[in-house]
């Protein structure tokens, strides 16, 4: 896939953890943490062993949030 075709991490609809580490400026254990304590949160797909973390829910769910 080329850079043309690439969607830009603000359009996705879902981000891997390591793209949500990036946009959301979260540490990578911090948000692993956040993905196994709220499982049942509406923000996660699980893929496999994969987890994929919907971002427009994520934020609303960090909007809720005054530390994490």
Request: glycine share 4%; with cysteine; proline share 0%.
């Amino acid at each position: 896939m080329n850079n043309e075709t690439q969607v830009q991490i603000q359009n996705k609809f879902c981000l891997t953890i390591d793209e949500a580490v990036i946009y959301f400026n979260i540490g990578e254990k911090k948000l692993r943490k956040l993905v196994s304590d709220n499982l049942d949160s509406g923000f996660i797909i699980q893929n496999g062993v994969k987890f994929l973390i919907k971002r427009k829910r994520f934020e609303d769910f960090l909007n809720d949030l005054t530390a994490i």
